[in-house]
């Protein structure tokens, strides 16, 4: 098998904008554009692992109160009843909704974390150059960001809930504490994979080094 040679070995570089493939920047220019349409660039993203590292912490603290906190509180004529990620995924278990259960279990609880578990290990593989395979690593990246947007489902059906009540006037529906942490935990979980440069994956650790 052939050595994989990467663009950066090359001298080569892509426009993160445009696509433009043109000479990669000199390290000593402290500016340089893309020739046609002007976007500075950079052979990789600037402190990409320390950002990325950042908002991964930032997302896995406050996935503690989403899940503890009531995600949705009810109320109506016979009492009032808070619901957590876990109770509601219990509920329609319980209710026969074994689909919807089971969709709410996947989009709300094992996609976040399976998400945290999996950019913290592509972090510390590329810092830690640990032994593998790049091509499964970068076929990892690619399904955390396809698989990222399901975990707004909690949210939707919070939402369409307390839309579709309010107007029957049968009871009330409001998000919880819950919803607002678990909404910025998918933000920052989705900020956390776009500022992870995956061009890191196939890199060697003297050119990592002095790209990050």
Known sequence: MT??????????TAC???????RAPD??????LCPRCETPLHARKPHSIARTWALLLAAGMLYIPANLLPIMESGSLFGSQRDTIMSGVVFLATSGSWYLAALVFFA????????????????????????????????????????GRWSMLDIYVVTLLAALVQIESIATIRPGPGALFFGVVVV????????????????KPKERTRHD
């Open 3 to 12: 050595a994989t040679v990467t663009a950066l070995e090359l001298g080569l």
């Open 16 to 22: 993160h904008c445009c696509g433009l493939v043109s």
């Open 27 to 32: 390290p000593a220019a402290s500016r340089a």
């Open 108 to 147: 709300s609880i094992v996609v976040p974390s399976a998400k945290l578990l999996a950019l913290a290990f592509l972090l510390v593989s590329v810092q830690r150059s640990v032994p593998g395979s790049a091509r499964s690593r970068s076929r990892m990246y690619r399904v955390l960001e396809f698989f």
């Open 188 to 203: 920052l979980t989705m900020l956390a994979a776009m500022s992870f440069d995956p061009r890191l994956i196939w890199d």
